[in-house]
């Protein structure tokens, strides 16, 4: 049976310290961060169903109000 992905990333955001699941949102939010930063990263399509790395941290956080 095929595990349904809370976060479904849809690329992978070529950071320079490594690969990063991504979503669109936070991937077009690491692209504009690089740009910032100076930097030109790049994204692929992802080959495997994988979950997004910033929405698992995001939903991860505790609310402290």
């Known amino acids: 049976m095929k595990k349904i992905?809370?976060?479904?990333?849809?690329?992978?955001?070529h950071?320079?310290?490594?690969?990063?699941?991504?979503?669109?949102?936070?991937?077009?939010?690491?692209?504009a961060l690089s740009a910032i930063l100076g930097s030109h990263?790049?994204?692929t399509?992802?080959?495997n169903p994988a979950e997004c790395n910033n929405c698992k941290n995001d939903a991860s956080k505790i609310k402290l109000d």
């Open 15 to 31: 950071w320079p310290s490594g690969p990063v699941n991504a979503c669109n949102d936070h991937a077009r939010a690491l692209i």
């Open 5 to 13: 992905k809370k976060y479904p990333a849809t690329c992978i955001v």
């Open 45 to 47: 399509k992802l080959e």
């Open 41 to 43: 990263i790049i994204t």
